[in-house]
């Protein structure tokens, strides 16, 4: 199998009235013969072994998949995906996301090339209409709360139900609260957001895969890379994962991985 060449782009806007993006919802798999750049990329079946080697540089991958970020407006949705872009924090004045935007990033997840398609949605309500019709492409959600904002943490629930109403039933879900290093502003427990992703993962929705939770700071980079990582690793899993080999654990995984716990508490 070859392996795809992403676009060298950064990534772009796309206006409120823009078209949209094409629906299948199955992974983007590179082929001999059918791959070409770009996000609209046919899906071509589970990734073959014995692929040549391209140098490894970035550029091309083996598998894509479209992962959307929702939450409130000012959680911190565009600081996340610029730390993880880019490894920077978009300090100083808030620049509120315009209807939706993306990233590209090619990660190597245990040998394999997973471009993940990163969409930035706008959180504010007058842009809902926009993202909505996003929805049913994303392979995966990362919906943000922040932890000094105790109305962005309220408001997840009404996002799950967007997300019921809109997304795929598969759809990989993970709960984040953000700017976990503003200790002094922070009003919402670390121990909240755990109760709350319990308590969602109950629900007949996400019964089957549950509600990882994990606190980030776009700022300090806590956690960002684990974030999208573990999402990256879900989703190979899920599309290229042979029978006999054993599923891979989101939960225990970031349980595992994630930093930062004992210092952040109330
Ligand atoms: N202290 C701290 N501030 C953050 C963090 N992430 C974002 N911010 C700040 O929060 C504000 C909002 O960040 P954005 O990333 O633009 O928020 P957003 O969720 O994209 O907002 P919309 O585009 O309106 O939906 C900005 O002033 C950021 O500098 C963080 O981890 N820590
Ligand atoms: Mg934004």
């Known amino acids: 199998m070859s392996r795809k060449k992403t676009p060298k782009s950064k990534g772009g806007s796309v206006p409120a009235a823009s078209t949209l993006p094409a629906a299948a919802n199955g992974p983007r798999l590179a082929h001999p013969r059918t791959a070409r750049p770009g996000p609209e990329a046919p899906p071509n079946g589970p990734p073959q072994s014995g692929r040549p080697s391209l140098g490894g540089t970035g550029d091309f991958y083996d598998v ?3 992962v959307m970020l929702v939450g409130d407006s000012g959680v ?3 600081c996340l995906l610029v730390r993880f872009k880019d490894g920077a924090f978009l300090a100083g004045t808030f620049i509120s996301t315009v209807g939706i935007d993306f990233r590209n990033k090619v990660l190597d997840v245990d040998g394999m090339k997973v471009k993940l398609q990163i969409w930035d949605t706008a959180g504010q309500e007058r842009f809902r209409s926009v993202t909505h019709a996003y929805y049913r492409d994303a392979h995966a959600l990362l919906l943000l709360y922040d932890i000094t904002n105790k109305d962005s943490f309220d408001n997840i629930q009404a996002w799950l139900t967007e997300i019921q109403e809109y997304a795929q039933q598969d759809v990989v ?9 503003s200790t002094q502003e922070r009003v919402v427990k670390r121990e909240d957001g755990e109760k709350l992703a319990k308590h969602l993962a109950g629900s007949s929705y996400l019964q089957e895969y549950g509600l990882p939770f994990m606190e980030t700071s776009a700022k300090s980079g806590l956690n960002v890379d684990l974030a999208f990582t573990a999402i990256a690793k879900e989703l190979k899993q899920r599309s290229t994962k042979a029978p006999s080999e054993p599923r ?4 225990d995984y970031v ?3 994630g930093r930062g716990v004992s210092c952040c508490r109330l």
């Not at 879900?173 to 290093?181: A, E, P, S, T």
């Open 76 to 78: 911190g949705k565009t």
């Open 64 to 66: 894509a998949f479209k």
């Open 173 to 181: 879900l993970m709960l984040l609260g953000n700017k976990v290093d």
């Open 248 to 251: 891979f654990r989101l939960h």
């Open 255 to 257: 349980k595992r991985e």
